[in-house]
């Protein structure tokens, strides 16, 4: 992502620069979070929707999110599972209420990636005896999934601790527990 100053103060002139809608949507959606406020599935849209616009307005939007949260006290601290006793689930929720959408699907992915890898280099290794009649097949299909060797991505869709374990749902990434029942 390219990197455009957000106004620190009163914006007098229109702040310069394009930043592709994509962009715009996370710089919102980050800005929001940072000030602490939780989005609803409108307020989603309302982000999308102006994400569309050109980078000043976005830009001068943004200025007023944060010079409004930077002059009011912190709020209280969010009250979050110890690191020994936290769950999967507890994780996913924390990491979906502080991070971006597309930032917490690159985080799924980064493990994802790892875990593949580690099973196809576990299928590689089981295959013992190189010249019985499948061993070939079974380390091409090793390599064909192997993120390292150009496989995945995986996950390929945000996956929801709150449906199906962690599977993909039709409400993720925004679905809340409330959702699942």
Same mark, same amino acid.
């Given at each position: 992502?390219?990197i455009h100053?957000i106004?620190?103060g009163p914006?007098?002139?229109?702040?310069?620069? #394009?930043?592709?809608?994509?962009?715009?949507a996370?710089?919102?959606?980050?800005?929001?979070?940072?000030?602490?406020i939780e989005l609803g599935?409108?307020?989603?849209? !309302?982000v999308?929707?102006?994400?569309r616009?050109?980078?000043? +307005?976005?830009a001068?939007?943004v200025s007023w999110?944060a010079?409004?949260?930077?002059?009011?006290?912190?709020a209280?601290?969010?009250?979050l599972?110890?690191r020994?006793?936290?769950?999967?689930a507890?994780?996913d929720?924390?990491?979906?209420?502080i991070?971006a959408?597309?930032?917490?699907?690159?985080?799924?992915? +980064? !493990? /994802?990636?790892?875990?593949?890898?580690?099973?196809a280099?576990?299928v590689r290794?089981?295959?013992?005896?190189?010249?019985?009649? @499948?061993?070939?097949q079974w380390?091409?299909?090793?390599d #064909?999934?192997?993120?390292?060797?150009? /496989?995945?991505?995986y996950?390929?869709?945000?996956? %929801?601790?709150q449906?199906?374990? #962690?599977?993909? %749902?039709? /409400?993720?990434?925004? %679905?809340?527990?409330e @959702?699942?029942q």
């Amino acid at each position: 992502m390219t990197i455009h100053e957000i106004p620190a103060g009163p914006v007098e002139k229109p702040p310069a620069g #394009f930043v592709v809608s994509d962009e715009q949507a996370a710089v919102l959606r980050d800005t929001l979070t940072a000030a602490g406020i939780e989005l609803g599935e409108y307020e989603r849209e !309302i982000v999308t929707w102006l994400s569309r616009w050109e980078w000043a +307005t976005v830009a001068t939007v943004v200025s007023w999110v944060a010079r409004a949260a930077a002059s009011r006290p912190p709020a209280a601290p969010i009250s979050l599972p110890g690191r020994f006793d936290a769950t999967p689930a507890d994780v996913d929720q924390h990491l979906r209420r502080i991070l971006a959408d597309d930032v917490h699907l690159r985080y799924q992915q +980064t !493990i /994802g990636r790892l875990a593949v890898s580690e099973a196809a280099k576990d299928v590689r290794l089981e295959v013992v005896l190189p010249d019985a009649p @499948d061993a070939k097949q079974w380390r091409e299909v090793a390599d #064909f999934v192997d993120p390292e060797l150009h /496989g995945g991505p995986y996950p390929s869709q945000l996956q %929801c601790s709150q449906h199906n374990g #962690f599977g993909s %749902c039709p /409400g993720a990434p925004d %679905c809340t527990p409330e @959702d699942a029942q």
